[in-house]
């Protein structure tokens, strides 16, 4: 019951117009740096490596699908939160205000489990979102510029890692970036079940996620004690993957913290539509 349960609310999440933003956003988004990049480049490569050429000889091909893929993960990764939460933001409160909820409690099976299925289908879209922008940034930046040496630039200085020694970075990456989404995803679907409107769970998720940011950024010693629990702090943890040595516990601190934001906004959503009146 609970596979049909999913399979109903995915095929929800499939009839919204509003589903398709995300995939088109991306094609659209990665389109243009794609080509912005193929168009000039070189000039923008120049710029960020300026400073080691005295001292460093870069040879090859240094703007390759490997950094295109970086540069891209980099400068979207922060913009799909908001697509995620305008398809998972309306999943439970969408049906409260148009009344469907209670014909969806009518069948037999629990609210818990009704729920879940909610949760996994709203899971499913964000894992789609997800691939996709893996597809467009690493399948088709190898396709126009090739392959070759990521070279990246962090707080240590310059981090260059062999071609070799790249594609199972980028899972890592985009796996934890999954998680990030993920917890957008929980969020909105938790707020959702506060709600029996469809824009205040996607207007609140949105105002929760820079909040949060701000406090993150603000070096603040009042903030040091929340900060690293905070799950925008982990929003960035895919850049860790890129990182040599690779730092294994810091990437398994994110995951955890990612994991325990899910399973307590889960356990939250669970508590409040149990007791949710839907008669009014």
């Keep these: 019951m609970l596979f049909r349960s999913v399979y109903n609310e995915f095929v929800k999440i499939a009839a919204k117009p509003r589903s398709y933003l995300g995939i088109g956003s991306i094609v659209i988004l990665v389109s243009i740096i794609l080509f912005a990049l193929k168009a000039d480049g070189l000039s923008f490569i120049s710029f960020v490596t300026a400073s080691f050429e005295q001292t460093l000889t870069f040879q090859g091909n240094i703007l390759n699908g490997n950094l295109i ?27 409260a205000a148009m009344g469907t909820i209670r014909m969806l409690l009518t069948k037999p099976i629990s609210r818990t489990k009704l729920l879940l299925s909610k949760f996994i289908a709203g899971g499913v879209y964000t894992l789609l979102i997800t691939v996709f922008l893996g597809f467009m940034a690493v399948v088709v930046g190898k396709l126009m510029f090739g392959s070759g040496d990521l070279i990246v630039l962090n707080s240590d200085g310059l981090v260059i890692l062999q071609q070799d020694d790249i594609n199972w970075r980028y899972f890592g990456a985009f796996t934890v970036a999954f998680l990030a989404l993920l917890t957008v995803s929980s969020i909105s679907i938790c707020l959702s079940c506060f709600s029996d409107n469809s824009i205040g769970p996607i207007v609140a ?4 996620i820079i909040l949060f940011t701000i406090v993150g950024t603000l070096d603040v010693k009042i903030f ?24 294994v516990n810091q990437i398994l601190q994110s995951v955890t913290i990612l994991l325990i934001h899910n399973a307590i906004l889960i356990v939250v959503s669970i508590i409040q539509f149990n007791k949710k009146d839907i008669t009014s």
């Design 205 to 208: 998720t949105m105002a929760i």
């Design 69 to 95: 893929a970086f540069i891209i993960l980099q400068m979207l990764i922060i913009h799909i939160p908001l697509l995620v939460a305008l398809v998972t933001g309306d999943l439970v409160s969408g049906e």
């Design 224 to 247: 040091d004690g929340i900060r690293p629990y905070l799950f925008t702090t982990h929003m960035a943890s895919w850049r860790s993957f890129f990182e040599d040595p690779l730092p």
